[in-house]
């Protein structure tokens, strides 16, 4: 069950939220990182309120494998749905964590991309 309710949170979200922004993008219109990241933690705290007996005592490996799995997921599908490369990062991105990510890693961001991807799979033991 937590590995459905993961994918169920991580993946059509994330990628849902990704093709939304895409459109504000390609309307010119201003990103609200902020909210966003409200509502995804919303949605997040709901799904694990609602299912805390299947989550206990572990939720804290929950929440993190969904925040990491929605920031890969995420950042390829936007890159992918603007037609860029999947580790693309935009020089002008008014994200916080964009810019840390390309204070660290330059525009190697694959590198990063990477290292989630095994973050995410390690906390998979966990869950």
Request: neutral net charge; contains cysteine; aromatic residues 18%.
């Amino acid at each position: 069950m937590k590995y459905l309710l993961e994918a169920i949170v991580v993946l059509p979200l994330t990628i849902f939220t990704a093709w939304w922004h895409h459109q504000l993008i390609n309307d010119n219109r201003k990103i609200q990182h902020g909210w966003w990241a409200l509502l995804f933690s919303a949605i997040l705290s709901g799904v694990m309120w609602w299912h805390w007996q299947d989550l206990q005592p572990d939720w804290y490996w929950f929440a993190l494998a969904c925040l990491i799995g929605r920031l890969v997921v995420f950042n390829i599908s936007l890159n992918l749905f603007r037609h860029y490369s999947a580790f693309y990062i935009s020089p002008s991105t008014t994200s916080i964590l964009d810019k840390i990510e390309q204070r660290i890693f330059g525009q190697k961001v694959w590198v990063l991309e990477a290292m989630l991807t095994l973050v995410f799979i390690t906390l998979q033991f966990f869950i």
